[in-house]
């Protein structure tokens, strides 16, 4: 009886994977995605199988590139570019600057120019390597009072080749030119994790402790959100990478929300949750970065 039942198990878990460690709702896709409770990064397979994973300490952000490979990291103190085997085959570690209490790495980018955006805490800037992995240029970051740990978390680059910089320990999210200097402000009270620029010219963020998702207008004002309590069922906790992905849906990660909430969702203009995943046996309660994945 007992063999029977194991090989129904196998089955279920073969032939239906929400029956498995991968619950996805809504169609299947291939997403990467990193926890550092359960300490692992993985790039998933629409199945629910992994196709590769590495070990991580700690992570804030990850990216794929158009070659398959994808920029990662396995503790603040580097940038991995990693192949489509899970290799790592580059890495980037910074040095501390002068007068610096020390220097950790949350967030960095690959440019459609070519190059490398690497957001240095600590050292309090915005650095730019070439794409023969040299210092091209650099910004300065406007910090009041620097910690290598909350004076960034993501950055990214906007369509007029400005950077919005989530400023944690601020509770603000800047927008610079490369010349340093700060053109918007967002004062958001929150510990802030994440904020792109649209289409539209709206902001999309991820408020961190703000337990929710808003887009603002470049006035500064409203025009969406998700509320920590708006979808039925599911409770928002701590909001790290968000995403307006082409169907005009937005990806949300849904960090330290406890193990009766997705750890990624997705939700249309709505706000009904179209997609999701939970994972608390590969994956736990510290699962910041989530990103889907092309291949």
């Known amino acids: 009886m007992k063999a029977i039942f194991l090989s129904l198990a ?13 619950q996805q709702t809504g169609e299947p896709r291939n997403f990467f995605a990193a926890d550092y409770e359960k300490k692992i990064a993985a790039l998933v397979n629409a199945d629910g199988s992994v196709r590769w994973s590495l070990p991580i300490q700690a992570i804030h952000d990850a990216q794929e590139l158009e070659n398959g490979h994808w920029l990662l990291q396995t503790s603040f103190g580097e ?27 949350h967030a960095f980018q690959k440019l459609a120019s070519g190059e490398l955006m690497i957001a240095e805490s600590g050292n309090k800037r915005i650095l730019f390597l070439d794409q023969q992995k040299r210092i091209a240029s650099q910004f300065p970051l406007t910090v009041k009072e620097s910690d290598p740990h909350r004076d960034t978390r993501l950055v990214r680059q906007t369509p007029q080749d400005t950077f919005l ?6 509770l603000t999210i800047r ?12 004062p958001i009270g929150t510990k802030v994790y994440s904020a792109t620029r649209l289409e539209n010219g709206n902001t999309l963020i991820g408020t961190g402790s703000g337990n929710k998702v808003v887009e603002v207008s470049p006035d500064k004002k409203v025009v969406w959100e998700v509320n920590k ?25 849904n960090c330290h ?5 997705p750890q990624i969702i997705e939700v249309n203009a709505k706000k009904e949750i179209v997609w999701s995943f939970k994972d608390f046996e590969r994956f736990g309660n510290s699962l910041p970065v989530a990103v889907p994945a092309s291949k």
């Open 10 to 22: 196998m089955f279920l878990i073969a032939s239906f994977p929400q029956f498995g460690l991968s």
């Open 79 to 105: 940038v991995n570019e990693v192949d489509a085997q899970g290799k790592i085959v580059w890495t980037y570690k910074p040095n501390k600057l002068d007068g610096a209490k020390g220097v950790e790495i």
């Open 165 to 170: 910089v989530c400023h944690e320990a601020e």
């Open 175 to 186: 927008e610079y030119k490369r010349d340093g200097s700060v053109i918007w402000e967002y």
């Open 229 to 253: 309590n708006d979808l039925p069922g599911v409770e928002l906790a701590w909001i790290t990478m968000v995403e307006r992905l082409p169907s005009g849906n937005t990806w949300i990660v």
């Open 257 to 261: 929300a406890g193990a009766k909430n």
